[in-house]
C-alpha cells in the first residue's frame, strides 16, 4: 500500500531541490504545485472516503416512506377483499402503487448521487494531476541534448538555450521524478476508490506519464553520449 506521508515528503524534497538548482524557475513553480496536489491527496481521498450522513439520512427517510406505504396497501387490501370490494381496491392500489414506484425512483437516485458527487470529485483531482503533466512537458519540450553535440545559429524565434549539459541532465531529470511522483498520486486515487470511471482515468493518467517519461529518458540518452 502506498504512503501518503512519504510520497509528500518526496515531492517537498523534490521542490527544494528544484528551486536550490534552478531558483526562481517555472519548474520550481510546477514543482511546488505538485507538491501542494500530493500533501492534499491524502486529505481529500480521507474525507471522500468517509460516508456522507446527510444523504444516508435521506435514503433511510425515502425507505421509511416506501415501507409505510407498502404496509398501509397490504393492509388496506385485507380490507378491501373482506369486504368483497375489489372496485374499490383497484381504485386505491393504482394511486397508490404510482406512489411506491416514484418513491423507489427518488430513492435509487439519492443512493447514487453520493457515490456520483465522490466520482466527480475523484475526476476533478485527477484531472489537475493531468494537467500538471501536460506542463511538465511543456517545460521539457524544447530542452533540446542534440544542441549541444551539433551547432548551428539560433534564429530571432529559437528559444533560450542557456544550460551546459549537467544542468540539462538535472533538469530532465527533475522533469522525469515529477511525472513520477504524479503517477503515483493518481495510484493513491485508485486504491480508495474502485469506481470503474475512475480506474479508468487512473490507468490513462499512468499510462500518459509513463509516455511522457519514456521522451525524457530518450533525451537523457542522448545527453549521455554527448557528455560521456
Not at 34 to 40: A, D, L, R, V
Request: overall charge positive; some cysteine.
Amino acid at each position: 500500500m502506498l504512503q501518503p506521508l512519504l510520497i509528500t515528503e518526496t515531492a517537498q524534497q523534490l521542490k527544494r531541490r528544484v528551486e536550490q538548482r534552478f531558483p526562481g524557475s517555472g519548474l520550481g513553480r510546477v514543482a511546488a504545485q505538485i507538491e501542494t496536489e500530493s500533501s492534499q491527496a491524502a486529505e481529500r481521498i480521507a474525507r471522500l472516503s468517509r460516508p456522507t450522513w446527510s444523504l444516508r439520512l435521506v435514503n433511510v427517510v425515502l425507505a421509511a416512506g416506501i415501507a409505510a406505504i407498502g404496509i398501509y396497501i397490504a393492509t388496506h387490501a385485507s380490507v378491501q377483499l373482506r369486504l368483497n370490494d375489489m372496485e374499490r381496491f383497484i381504485q386505491f392500489l393504482e394511486p397508490a402503487l404510482g406512489s411506491m414506484v416514484f418513491i423507489g425512483a427518488g430513492l435509487l437516485s439519492i443512493w447514487s448521487l453520493e457515490a456520483r458527487w465522490k466520482r466527480r470529485r475523484t475526476l476533478q483531482a485527477l484531472h489537475n494531476l493531468r494537467s500538471l503533466a501536460h506542463v511538465i512537458d511543456m517545460h521539457q519540450l524544447t530542452k533540446d541534448p542534440e544542441r549541444l553535440l551539433v551547432g548551428g545559429p539560433d534564429t530571432k524565434s529559437s528559444p533560450k538555450r542557456s544550460m551546459n549539459g549537467f544542468e540539462l541532465g538535472r533538469y530532465l531529470d527533475y522533469c522525469s521524478e515529477m511525472l513520477s511522483i504524479i503517477g503515483k498520486v493518481a495510484a493513491m486515487w485508485a486504491e480508495k476508490f474502485t469506481d470503474p470511471e475512475v480506474q479508468r482515468a487512473v490507468d490513462q493518467l499512468e499510462n500518459l506519464t509513463s509516455g511522457l517519461s519514456r521522451k525524457i529518458w530518450q533525451k537523457m540518452m542522448i545527453l549521455t553520449r554527448t557528455n560521456p
